[in-house]
């Protein structure tokens, strides 16, 4: 009833926008979570700068992950993953329900760097040492159909490639540019 009235709805991804226009929005645009380039310029020296002070071997692949520690974004099976890949280390940042066993985890596994929580002034830091992003979420999820979440868009900033679900905006934008 509402949609139909709005003299502009602003949304923050394309396929949520064309979902309001469907539903009767007559203006809408979209004002996404896109992140200044500038932020996520690191040199290769600042970058191994972390890796060290992480104590991140230069040749392993880092995987980093900041989110809320939700059941939802499947932080479970990327520590799982972790287990099975001794060259693979990962990087969490974050707080939620999940926060005791990714505390846990990272206790048992020296692979496993739990940060807690990470300011977002520090997010860029963390995605440019590491080489991969990591964005899990459930499918299932009825928010999935739409997802356009920060993580891609510092992933993109930040020149790495994404590892994530086909889903939402995120599958498209992934699949589109070949970027995960």
């Known amino acids: 009833f509402l949609i139909r009235r709005v003299d502009l709805l602003i949304t923050v991804g394309e396929k949520l926008r064309r979902h309001f226009e469907e539903r009767g929005a ?6 996404g979570n896109w992140k200044r380039l500038e932020e996520f310029a690191r040199t290769r020296e600042q970058n191994l700068e972390v890796r060290r002070r992480l104590g991140i071997p230069e040749d392993a692949l880092a995987v980093v992950c900041i989110t809320q520690l939700l059941k939802d974004r499947k932080i479970e099976e990327l520590l799982h993953a972790a287990e099975e890949l001794p060259d693979v280390w990962v990087i969490i940042g974050g707080t ?3 926060k005791e066993r990714v505390e846990q985890a990272a206790s048992e ?17 963390y995605t440019c040492a590491a080489d991969v992003v990591y964005y899990g979420f459930d499918p299932q999820n009825p928010n999935a159909r739409f997802s356009a979440p920060n993580k891609l868009f510092e992933a993109l900033a930040a020149g790495k490639p994404l590892v994530t679900g086909d889903f939402g905006e995120i599958g498209e934008v992934v699949r589109e540019a070949s970027c995960g």
């Not at 007559?26 to 004002?31: A, D, L, M, P, Q």
């Not at 692979?111 to 990470?118: E, K």
């Open 109 to 125: 596994n020296p692979r496993i760097i739990y940060l807690g929580f990470v300011p977002a002034a520090k997010i860029p830091e």
């Open 26 to 31: 007559r203006r809408s645009v979209v004002v």
């Open 96 to 98: 939620g329900v999940l």
